[in-house]
Nanobody, 121 residues
Framework: QVQLVESGGGLVQAGGSLSLSCAAS????????MGWFRQTPGKEREFVAR????????IYADSVKGRFTISRDNAKNMVYLQMNSLKAEDTAVYYC??????????????WGQGTQVTVSS
């Protein structure tokens, strides 16, 4: 069982930066791939970025590649999303999620409650 709590959302101007954090419970945190997803009203939740259990491998959605960076600190049971050069279209509720499998997007069974990110243009 993994419990996830996101923080760090807020309002930022276009072009600015914001950093999200996700605190995870559980002793087996490093065995889980961690991902960030986002959702806007009326749209399906979309993948943003994921990181392997060791932190050595990362994958990004094309829409955020080069602007966002996902990282994790297994000693602290934390995962982060650094968001730079933010655009209005990045506005969404951002969710942290955990999966036992890094190789694909299936298996994200544990989710946080989400944190709102609003980018003003």
């Amino acid at each position: 069982q993994v419990q996830l709590v996101e923080s760090g959302g807020g309002l930022v101007q276009a072009g600015g930066s914001l950093s999200l954090s996700c605190a995870a419970s559980g002793r087996t945190f490093s065995s889980y791939a961690m991902g960030w997803f986002r959702q806007t009203p009326g749209k399906e939740r979309e993948f943003v970025a994921r990181v392997s259990g060791s932190g050595d491998s990362t994958i990004y959605a094309d829409s955020v590649k080069g602007r966002f960076t996902i990282s994790r600190d297994n000693a602290k049971n934390m995962v982060y999303l650094q968001m730079n050069s933010l655009k209005a279209e990045d506005t969404a509720v951002y969710y942290c999620a955990a999966s036992p499998n890094f190789s694909h997007l299936r298996g994200y069974n544990y989710w946080g409650q989400g944190t709102q990110v609003t980018v003003s243009s």
